[in-house]
């Protein structure tokens, strides 16, 4: 296939393919990471943005974006690391948050419901994955990674992980 | 030019100083999921000191790296305020370290965030989410301690002891910080006064009085920065180079 042929929105449908390296169902267009593309003749421009700060992810996520787009025959390929504005929950896809759920981890919840600065604030209600109880606790603020908190079914009694509002 | 290149290092080597700092918690924590959180913390931290180092090494533009900036200077050529390279001590000193220096962070970033230079605003912004939960996370644990048994509440007590002659600095600007628009009297009252409201809670009692050491912004540390950078830089220093 020739560069040249290929438009903006096929162009999504390549990253695609993209997997998150820590949450692998996720696509970095589900995730909202990929925030905009400029292409010009053979030349392409991809503007990525990182969850936290310190996600160890992001290079190996450009790297994986470079190889994508290369078999596809463009030359020049710049990956512009873009932190303004702030990457938020409330841009991974409603399709992404489905997948979440499917393989066990619990999608955030939308902002305006939750992110509270109270202290010692009652725990979200967030919905267990695999029964779809709301009998659920939190057991840490923090998980696995920087995108995640630890919660235990009360019913199930399953421990999941909960991709945290942010 | 040369004072928002200071300011910015300033920045990052107090983010990774804490970082490294909490990284030494790691596998030793008091229970496994606060080991998990002190060590995320630890991420965020280190991952704010490397968007700071990076533009850092832009502005320099004397082929300086990232990486160069954090493993190859010396203790007098760190700028991070004296708070940040303090002992872990127990989880106590550590959580009122973390939720004194949260709390400053909290209420700078906040300001920074309208910084005229839109680099370190967008960091800033960037960086007040995450902030915003280590203030949450940490300012609980000061409480649960200070209002917890006996023991704990000494504890968090000799903390305080130990800890509050490093704050004075935090609010007195150096050289370098006096163009940064930053205003610092309104910065330590936003600071003090959610102090005294955690304190509160936690019947702690706000310290007067107490004479304030400085210096950390100049370069003049405590002996305990040697040590850190000793253990940071290790790798790079008996082996020039080394990659992963």
Redesign the interface.
Known sequence: MKSSTIDKKALYTYLEEIKDPEVPVLSIIDLGIVRDIQLNDDELEVTIT?T?????AMDMIAAAIRVELSTLGFKKINIIN??????TTDWMSEEGKRKLKEYGIAPPNPKQQACS?R??APDEAVQCPLCNSFHTHR??????T?CKA?YQCDDCKEPFDYFKC? | MSALIDYTLHLADNTLILGQRNAEWCGHGPVLEQDIAITNISLDLIGQARSFYQYAAELKADGSTEDSLAYLRTERDFKNCLLVEQPNGDWAQTMLRQFLFSCYQFFLYQQLQHHTDTRVAAIAEKSLKEVRYHLRWSSEWVIRLGDGTEESHNRMLKAIDELWRYTGELFIPVAYETETGIKFTSLKEAGLNNIRIVFNEATLPVPENVYMQTGGKTGVHTEHLGFILTELQYVQRAYPGSEW
Do not use: M, N, R
Not at chain 1, 52 to 56: A, H, I, L, M, Q
């Open positions: 990182p936290y700060t310190g996600c160890p873009s932190i303004s504005p702030a990457w600065d202290l010692f057991v840490s603020e923090f998980g696995s920087a630890l942010h």
